[in-house]
């Protein structure tokens, strides 16, 4: 096809994306004590460039050694040994004309202080997490209100950790906003009722993401991307819209607009969903809110899919179909008919079962 919309190249800034299917960042929880994840998880992400993705996540990546791991077995780039074994991954998804984007994330009160070095879980505010966590099968702790310290030392780990990934020649940032961790428990109103500056209105929860990306963007040459992940649906607390109106959500992402950052990523359950009662979708919304350059992802499985999320997006993003089926972009290439993968079919993803 001359100009299929799904494989016509886009310039993201000095790099040319080769098509417009990437992976989505997929934690695996394979990661021994040194947080370095096990080889053939290594070795899925460079599989997947050479089957045709053009933009690689990692998984999300743990910013300190205190209190940003969530789940077992996560991986960390704040050492020379880790940068050492993610160098030779970012080479090999290069080599097959793909991006790797390294993606990092603190789990904020989605914590699980056995799993960090220090035990402890802090948050915006002391709100705990309402069901039980389904790993350990026990509620989720209550975690305590960030200090002043707290919020420096947060931010810190994630400049080492962009450091790191710089380092280990990753061509991207992401910084994860989205799905109800730190960033985005920060940017609710309900898992944010701090009365300082980093709570009350939009502009004040959006404080923390802002010294974020400064801080991050300081350490990121130019020559590289800076990404921020957002979401309006959280892992706990489901009913709770992270975003009280399409009005709180379009002010962020129109703050989002003027960092110096190269693209904005829009997760979703399902892209095809109305948000906020506005009969549009997220990616409309955030298109309307934004110039920058923008990812959308959730329910892309098929070429229709694809299509139709292209409509609001510049790079459709999968996470199920290119963990499950390492054919997908040449399927969708084709134009097979392709069904959605459940999330059930994804747990294989924390087992040991290496795929394919
Ligand atoms: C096994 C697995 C691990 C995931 N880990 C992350 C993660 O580390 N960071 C993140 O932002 N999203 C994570 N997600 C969410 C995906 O990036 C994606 O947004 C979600 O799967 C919806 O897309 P899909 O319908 O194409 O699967 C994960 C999803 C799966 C299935």
């Known amino acids: 096809m001359a100009d299929d919309p799904l494989f016509r190249p886009l310039q993201l800034k000095h790099f040319t994306l080769k098509n417009r299917l990437g992976v989505a960042p997929m934690t695996r929880m394979s990661a021994g004590p040194d947080s370095i994840p096990r080889q053939d998880v290594l070795d899925f992400l460079v599989r997947r460039a050479r089957n045709g993705a053009a933009l690689v996540y990692t998984e999300a990546l743990v910013t300190d050694y205190e209190s940003a791991q969530g789940y077992p077995g996560q991986a960390r780039i704040l050492n020379q040994l880790q940068i050492e074994a993610w160098r030779p991954v970012v080479q090999a998804i290069r080599t097959q004309g793909a991006l790797a984007v390294m993606q990092m994330f603190h789990c904020g009160r989605m914590a699980w202080p056995e799993v960090n070095p220090a035990h402890r879980a802090i948050g915006p505010s002391p709100i705990a997490p309402r069901q039980i966590n389904p790993l350990t099968k026990a509620p989720y702790p209550l975690p305590e209100e960030m200090s002043r310290f707290d919020i420096d030392h947060v931010i810190n780990g994630f400049v080492e950790t962009a450091k790191g990934a710089v380092a ?41 993401a802002h010294e974020v990306i400064q801080a991050v963007r300081r350490v990121v040459p130019n020559d590289r991307l800076l990404v921020f992940r957002i979401s309006n649906w959280g892992i706990a607390d ?76 510049d790079i459709a993003l999968s996470g199920k179909s290119m963990l499950l089926n390492p054919n997908w972009v040449e399927e969708v290439k084709s134009g097979r008919k392709l069904k959605p993968f459940t999330s059930d079919q994804a747990q294989v993803a924390y087992t040991t079962e290496v795929l394919p």
Do not use: W
């Open 168 to 208: 280990a020649g990753f061509d991207g940032i992401e910084i994860h906003g989205a799905h109800g961790y730190l960033i985005s428990q920060f940017l609710s109103p309900y898992s944010n009722q701090r009365s300082d500056d980093y709570g009350g209105s939009p502009q004040r929860r959006y404080r923390f």
């Open 238 to 313: 489901m009913d709770v819209s992270l975003f009280q109106n399409r009005q709180e959500y379009q002010e962020i992402i129109a703050l989002l607009a003027e960092e110096p950052l190269d693209a904005i990523s829009v997760s979703t359950y399902d892209f095809r969903e109305e948000a906020f009662g506005t009969g549009k979708t997220m990616a409309a919304l955030s298109r309307e809110a934004c110039d920058l350059p923008l990812m959308i992802c959730g329910k892309i499985y098929d070429r229709a899919s694809a299509e139709e999320a292209l409509q609001h997006a």
